[in-house]
């Protein structure tokens, strides 16, 4: 912008001072806002649903188009398992990554994140993650004679209310002592092949010796990480 001051009205005047100054217009709120959840543990079997995270305590990775910069940012989050209600959010100065701690309860969580511009444009952004910090449940590890000599049949019951058990693991070992928590095999130890899913609820074990006594020890990770350390057995043939 520029100002002249001259001696008359005329534009011939004498001119007297002159000056400039600058101005920047943004009429925009921020662009392409996005908002993903950077610590997910693991994605989720079902298409196009929200991934899962193991605790409440979630890193935030938020981007946004803006020319003048993006100046402040709210973030709000489910505050009730249903009914859509939202927690009231307080403006900060923007920082991505940003740590923010969801309630507790366990499933489907939504956040929502509203940008400011230097000039007050607002825009927001939402995603959801699936919270599931139960392990599998696990119980009734049976053990009984198969019709072969030197071998045990196994049965046992697991389930996992939120993403599913999705893998089981088995070991034994000779002697009285059981297998560590976690199924985390040692030198002793002897895993038993066990197919993905939740449906598997027995295995066999062949190849034992007559007179001789053997722990086991069976452990469930669910579809979201979630461990279970596991549930034991111990048998003589």
Known sequence: VFAFIRAGVDCGSAL???????VYYDASPPADVS????????????????PYVRSNKVTLDV?????????????????????G?????????????????????QGNHTVRVALRDPFGHESA????????????????LKVAPAPEPGELRLTWASGDAGAGVAQHA????????????????????????????????????AGLGAGATYTFRLCATDGAGNLATGITARVKL
């Open 16 to 22: 007297l001072a002159s000056t400039q100054a600058s």
């Open 35 to 50: 908002v993903t959840v950077a610590n997910a543990t693991a994605a989720n079997a079902t298409a196009g649903a929200p």
């Open 63 to 83: 981007a946004a188009n803006d020319s003048s910069g993006v100046a402040q940012m709210c973030v709000g989050f489910s505050a009730a398992p249903s009914g």
């Open 85 to 105: 209600k939202m927690t009231k959010c307080t403006w900060q100065p923007f920082a991505s990554p940003a740590a923010v701690k969801l309630r507790t309860f």
């Open 125 to 140: 952004a939402e995603t959801s993650v699936v919270l599931d910090s139960q392990s599998p449940r696990l119980s009734g």
């Open 170 to 205: 088995l070991l034994y070992r000779a002697g009285t002592t059981y297998p560590a928590r976690g199924c985390a095999a040692a030198d002793g130890d002897v895993a038993v092949p066990l197919p993905p899913g939740p449906d598997v609820k027995a295995a066999s074990v």
